[in-house]
């Protein structure tokens, strides 16, 4: 979201507003809620927060919103102001269910609130052909017509290789290694990782930085299975706090083979970038991401399947691929740094975000 208003204030030469939820910053209008009413649920507050976002966006020519948190805020707007309204698929709740959990009944008022903006949207964005599949298959009411692939873009200057070996060793990683680097959630499958490091040699080391579960259980699962790999092996790194950009930049750049095991993934960034960082994917092919990781030629991409002893091994087998042959490691990220740099520029993104636009006013 920021990179890609940065990307449309440099193309676009025009006001661009962003509004957000949080403290207030300087870059955007921030929205809280103050106490009593923090204690009702949290996506009825996010119903409040957007009918007070609403308010505040009178005088704009076009509003887009990003994720369901902020979708009920550009469908009122739209409606009092009579302006176009743009909405980006970023993920989608019918394909999350894992949210009920999560949620509560606010999972009932996160799906109502996407269909509304989806059905109602005067145009939506989806970030690879998948999105545009599942957006299509997910609301049939919508009309295909006004669904437009235009896929997120990355800072190949802000992601580019750069060795450093401070940050190796305030880590204690030691090459060669693989790479995960994500939340810790249903949806980028470091459980189906974890189980698929059982046969991985011992030779080799696994660097995690995942932190923030977003549910009690998923947490409680992955330190399990970590304790578990720990028990015979020195080498599993857990780092749970968020990585500064240097640091993260550091790991992509050193790591072997950066893995990417989700579950459901509308297009994965961080294959992204661990591509810039001219590193090798091993992925899974779903959603977006055989959009983004080439099979053979930036990466290996594993088909999913919903037996997980099957998906795990075949896992297993296409990590152990890249990280037992240097020569195959670089070849792969070689040419995905060069994938991303040609396809996938923010200024690309800024332009078709534009074109879209100016159809639209």
């Known amino acids: 979201m920021k990179n890609l208003v940065e990307a449309l204030n440099e193309t676009l030469k025009a006001s661009i507003r962003v509004h957000c939820f949080g403290a207030p910053r300087i870059d955007a209008t921030g929205y ?71 949620l509560g009944g606010g999972y009932v008022i996160s799906s109502w609130v996407e269909q509304l903006a989806y059905e109602s949207a005067d145009a939506i964005i989806a970030v690879s052909d998948g999105m545009r599949k599942d957006v299509i298959s997910s609301y049939p009411n919508v009309d295909s017509r006004k669904i437009t692939t235009i896929r997120n873009g990355i800072d190949t200057e802000k992601f580019k290789p750069n060795l450093n070996s401070l940050t190796l060793e305030k880590y204690g990683v030691s090459a060669p290694f693989a790479l995960f680097v994500g939340r810790i959630t249903r949806q980028k499958g470091l459980a189906h990782l ?50 500064p950009h240097d640091e993260l930049v550091a790991l992509l750049t050193a790591a072997q083979v950066f893995i990417c095991p989700s579950v459901y993934e509308p297009l994965g960034i961080v294959n992204l970038e661990a591509m810039a960082c001219e590193t090798a994917v091993v992925a899974s092919a779903v959603g977006g991401i055989p959009e983004v990781v080439v099979n053979n030629e930036t990466g290996l991409l594993v088909e999913f399947d919903s037996d997980a002893k099957v998906f795990e091994a075949k896992l297993a087998e296409s990590i152990l691929e890249v990280l037992s042959d240097k020569s195959l490691a670089t070849r792969l990220g070689v040419a995905g740094r060069k994938r991303a740099v040609t396809h996938f520029g923010w200024d690309k993104v800024a332009n078709q975000t534009i074109d879209l636009y100016r159809s639209l006013i």
């Open 32 to 102: 809280e809620l103050k106490p009593p009413i923090t204690e009702i649920n949290p996506a009825l507050q996010t119903l409040l927060i957007d009918m007070d976002m609403a308010l505040k966006i009178e005088n704009a020519d076009l509003v887009h919103s990003h994720t369901w948190y902020a979708n009920f805020a550009g469908y009122l707007a739209s409606k009092i102001y009579k302006i176009p309204h743009v909405v980006t698929a970023h993920s989608l709740e019918p394909l999350r269910p894992w949210k009920a959990e999560q």
């Open 194 to 243: 974890l189980r698929s490091w059982k046969s991985i040699p011992k030779e080799y080391a696994l660097v995690l930085a995942a932190g923030s579960p977003d549910e009690p259980q998923i947490g409680a699962e992955v330190e399990s299975l970590i304790n578990e790999l720990r028990q015979d092996r020195e080498n599993i790194i857990w780092i749970k706090e968020m990585l």
